[in-house]
């Protein structure tokens, strides 16, 4: 079983930067496709971006393109999704995923572990 504990969500201002962390338990982290998440009020869970197993490459959705980014350390069993001049409309409860495979697809069903989720809220 593998448990993964998002953090580093809060209240930031439009054209404010987060960090979002993801930490996993167990000892086969790295072999794990992950992806980022996001569920705004009233609307369906929604792809962000993922990265393969050695964080050599990296997939984001237009919205955020040029604006996250996902990286990950090894070491740590850890995620991240440094998100930069944020806006309104990426309010939501943010959520990190793993892929046994190793893939990083943007279907929410192909994934196997889900962290709980971090708010994350952008005033104007």
């Known amino acids: 079983q593998v448990q993964l504990v998002e953090s580093g969500g809060g209240l930031v201002q439009a054209g404010g930067s987060l960090r979002l962390s993801c930490a996993a338990s167990?000892?086969?982290?790295?072999?794990?496709?992950m992806g980022w998440f996001r569920q705004a009020p009233g609307k369906e869970r929604e792809f962000v971006g993922g990265l393969s197993r050695s964080g050599s490459t990296t997939y984001y959705v237009d919205s955020v393109k040029g604006r996250f980014t996902i990286s990950r350390d090894n070491a740590k069993n850890t995620v991240y999704l440094q998100m930069n001049s944020l806006k309104p409309e990426d309010t939501a409860v943010y959520y990190c995923?793993?892929?046994?495979?190793?893939?990083?697809?943007?279907?929410?069903?192909?994934?196997?572990?889900w962290g709980q989720g971090t708010q994350v809220t952008v005033s104007s």
């Open positions: 995923a793993a892929d046994v495979r190793g893939y990083f697809a943007g279907r929410r069903d192909e994934y196997d572990y």
């Open positions: 167990g000892r086969t982290f790295s072999s794990y496709g």
